[in-house]
């Protein structure tokens, strides 16, 4: 089961509910209670991999990234791009693109200003305080990169 905890809600995929509702999206208290289904598309696979104050963001069986309103359920694709590993923060989703060798890329929330920020092969990302901190593909080295691209350098080298 894919989740993400954000503020005091759990969000989650259930593949199939009591009722026999296949691939939906749920929200629920962080006690368990309240659970509520927060779209009707159905889906055998949804990742959820972010979540802002308004939106959590997922990507289907085919790495496509979506969001949904966690009020009102509405869902919108952003783009046919492919996604892995992402990161959401205020302004940005940051990702890895499984389609160009899963270098790092950028993009505004709403799809639009698509740009390759590191041209390696990446396995892991995180984002904090401006700065992407990663590991290439095959090394436990842990790099990090602005978020504007610039200034590459090594963080921590593994013994």
């Known amino acids: 089961m894919s989740f993400v905890v954000d503020g005091d809600q759990i969000y989650f995929y259930n593949p199939l509910n009591e009722d026999g509702d296949e691939g939906k999206l749920y929200s629920m208290s962080l006690n368990g209670e309240n659970i509520k289904k927060l779209n009707d598309t159905v889906s055998y696979l949804q990742i959820i991999d972010d979540a ?5 963001y997922y990507t289907d069986t085919e790495e496509h990234l979506y969001k949904v309103d966690k009020q009102n ?12 590993s992402l990161i959401v923060d205020e302004n940005w989703i940051y990702y890895l693109n499984p389609s160009d060798k899963y270098h790092i890329y950028k993009m505004k929330k709403n799809g639009e200003q698509n740009q390759l920020l590191l041209d390696k092969a990446v396995s892991d ?3 904090l305080d401006n700065w992407i901190y990663y590991k290439i593909d095959g090394h436990e080295d842990i790099f990090r990169v602005k978020t504007d691209g610039t200034e590459h350098t090594l963080f921590s080298k593994h013994e």
């Open 52 to 56: 802002d104050e308004q939106f959590l």
């Open 73 to 84: 359920g509405k869902e919108m694709k952003i783009t046919d791009q492919k996604f892995s």
């Open 125 to 127: 990302i995180n984002v």
